[in-house]
């Protein structure tokens, strides 16, 4: 039976071009809780709703009382949160879990530090849209047909070629091509593809629209409750910067706890990040964030990327929290 989004929310509360963005406020009482010597952390991620709790525990001044200088940066992409983690440009990035999952199977020693986006049954953040009049209404008639994902073996992609198994469609059968969210709808209205993966905020302005309408919540066939993304860090930055990471984790869910609950009194913070029109903002469905890295929530995607041969063997989940 579907979860709520309050029944999921009360669980969860109780469970390469970088722009630099600094801890600006720091109130009164924060100077004399912060006792302990101030240790800098360089953070990055992408420009999207998902780094919200961050936003707001520097607008609070929470890292500050916790003893912590972060210095907030935006990248152009996953990808290039990825490679400055990796080169040590940045202590922390925030992305997707599975191309995490792609590098541990590989070798490459990334430590998920806290948790951000969930996907919750019935509440969906992405899915699967075509045309308003489009002939395709199940998993079946996607046969021989283009289907649009951001990223070519993204956690999308995965989750559409499971719910294409799950519903007697051969995912073989299909052509996947890349097209960015962006362009997901003129690409559905001009005909070049037959469905299209989009996530938010370019799902909801796109249903907004009227031109489309939803197939199918894909990720769902993954699991109801999953975690998508989360802050990660070098093996070898959490190695050092072990105590700095944990205080990190903690005002991250603590901050998680609120934003989550307040959507409207952070649309602000959001737009000064990602420079979207706060109108715009207080129209898409907004993230909502885990405050635990549990490995039930991100098992099903590490069995999904071995049947989908994204990576070559199974392996527990507890192996990317260090």
């Not at 929470?62 to 983690?85: E, I, K, M, Y």
């Not at 649309?267 to 706060?278: C, E, Q, R, W």
């Amino acid at each position: 039976m579907p979860i709520s989004r309050s029944a999921a929310l009360g669980a969860l509360a109780g469970c390469a071009s970088l722009v630099a963005l600094g801890e600006t406020r720091r109130p009164a009482a924060a100077q004399s809780a912060a006792d302990a010597p101030f240790v800098t952390l360089r953070v990055a991620s992408a420009a999207d709703d998902t780094v919200t709790p961050v936003l707001y525990a520097l607008h609070a001044g929470l890292f500050r009382a916790a003893g912590l200088d972060v210095a907030l940066q935006r990248a152009t992409s996953g990808s290039a949160v990825a490679s400055a983690v990796a080169s040590g440009a940045v202590d922390i990035g925030r992305g997707s879990i599975l191309p995490l999952i792609n590098a541990y199977a590989r070798g490459v020693a990334f430590v998920l530090v806290a948790a951000s986006t969930m996907h919750i049954k019935g509440d969906p953040d992405s899915g699967l849209l075509v045309l308003g009049d489009s002939p395709v209404h199940a998993a079946r008639d996607l046969a021989g047909q283009i289907v649009s994902v951001a990223g070519l073996d993204d956690l999308n992609w995965l989750a559409t070629k499971a719910w294409l198994a799950a519903n007697g469609a051969d995912p073989d059968g299909v052509r996947f091509i890349e097209v960015p969210n962006s362009a997901v709808l003129s690409a559905l209205v001009g005909g070049r593809i037959a469905a299209g993966t989009l996530a938010e905020p370019f799902m909801s302005l796109a249903l907004r629209s009227g031109k489309v309408r939803y197939l199918g919540n894909v990720v769902d066939t993954i699991a109801p409750n999953l975690i998508e993304s989360a802050w990660y860090a070098s093996a070898a930055t959490v190695a050092k910067q072990r105590d700095a990471i944990a205080r990190f984790q903690r005002v991250v869910a603590a901050a998680t706890v609120y934003t989550n609950a307040h959507h409207a009194e952070t649309a602000v913070l959001l737009a000064s990040f990602t420079g979207m029109d706060p109108a715009t903002i207080a129209q898409i469905h907004r993230a909502v964030s885990g405050t635990t890295l549990d490995p039930v929530l991100i098992q099903p995607m590490i069995d999904a990327a071995v049947r989908f041969k994204i990576i070559p063997q199974r392996f527990p989940a507890m192996a990317l929290l260090g």
